[in-house]
């Protein structure tokens, strides 16, 4: 089993920054694409980046592109979403998620484990 516990969401103000970190235990998650995904109240879960397990290979939403960067650090089991240029829409839970698949997946229901989330309120 893997547990994933996220942590660094906060209430900032338009174009401010926040990083998100995604610390895993149970078992290493080095071998584990992850992502991260996000919640907005009324809407359904949406994908926003994914990190293969290496980090050689990500993959962002159109929306996210350009702002948002995510790593990892397999030492550590921990993966990384930082956050710039933020906007009001961003607002959201943002949820980490590992998977065991090869490929970088935008659906969340190909992730195998999730942590609670993280709650990112972004005021304008």
């Known amino acids: 089993q893997v547990q994933l516990v996220e942590s660094g969401g906060g209430l900032v103000q338009a174009g401010g920054s926040l990083r998100l970190s995604c610390t895993a235990s149970?078992?290493?998650?080095?071998?584990?694409?992850m992502g991260w995904f996000r919640q907005a109240p009324g809407k359904e879960r949406e994908f926003v980046a994914a990190?293969?397990?290496?980090?050689?290979?990500?993959y962002y939403t159109d929306s996210v592109k350009g702002r948002f960067t995510i790593s990892r650090d397999n030492a550590k089991n921990t993966v990384y979403l930082q956050m710039n240029s933020l906007k009001p829409e961003d607002t959201a839970i943002y949820y980490c998620?590992?998977?065991?698949?090869?490929?970088?997946?935008?659906?969340?229901?190909?992730?195998?484990?999730w942590g609670q989330g993280t709650q990112v309120t972004v005021s304008s």
């Open positions: 998620a590992a998977t065991s698949g090869r490929v970088l997946a935008t659906i969340p229901g190909r992730y195998d484990y």
């Open positions: 149970g078992r290493t998650v080095s071998r584990y694409a």
């Open positions: 990190i293969s397990w290496s980090g050689a290979n990500t």
